[in-house]
């Protein structure tokens, strides 16, 4: 089973890990890449990850949809509302969209990297 772990940390903490990051990368040492997408607090995970937006993803792993407009009607959301979720996620690292071929235009296809969502807490 595949998880998208996210951290939930202290704007502090990331700052210092960005700093210790750019230090590095500023002597000439190698960093491995990494990408972090987190929360600050447990309020900003809850309003990032609205009830909504996990409907979507859950959607999206159960049925399949074929392009968005299919994805709203699934989840009976109002297209637009639907898109700006869509977008926001997919900044977020939480979907990837493909474009797909259909008749003589492309469609966007959400697609749920992951089969669940796990926020690591430190304390």
């Given at each position: 089973m595949k998880?998208?772990?996210?951290?939930?940390?202290?704007?502090?903490?990331s700052?210092?890990?960005?700093r210790?990051?750019?230090?590095?990368?500023r002597?000439?040492?190698?960093?491995?890449?990494?990408?972090?997408?987190?929360?600050t607090?447990?309020?900003?995970?809850?309003?990032?990850?609205?009830?909504?937006?996990?409907?979507?993803?859950?959607?999206?792993?159960?049925?399949?949809?074929?392009?968005?407009?299919?994805?709203?009607?699934?989840?009976?959301?109002?297209?637009?509302?639907?898109?700006?979720?869509?977008q926001?996620?997919?900044?977020?690292?939480?979907?990837?969209?493909t474009?797909?071929?259909?008749?003589?235009?492309?469609?966007?296809?959400?697609?749920?990297?992951?089969?669940?969502?796990?926020?690591?807490?430190?304390?």
């Amino acid at each position: 089973m595949k998880t998208g772990t996210f951290p939930l940390e202290p704007f502090a903490d990331s700052m210092e890990r960005f700093r210790r990051t750019f230090e590095a990368v500023r002597a000439g040492k190698r960093v491995k890449p990494q990408a972090v997408a987190g929360f600050t607090s447990l309020e900003a995970a809850r309003n990032f990850l609205t009830r909504q937006r996990l409907t979507l993803l859950g959607a999206i792993r159960t049925h399949h949809p074929h392009s968005i407009y299919d994805l709203a009607k699934t989840v009976k959301r109002n297209l637009k509302n639907v898109q700006e979720d869509v977008q926001i996620l997919e900044r977020h690292g939480l979907l990837r969209i493909t474009k797909r071929p259909r008749g003589t235009r492309q469609v966007k296809v959400p697609e749920v990297p992951f089969e669940e969502i796990a926020l690591r807490i430190a304390i």
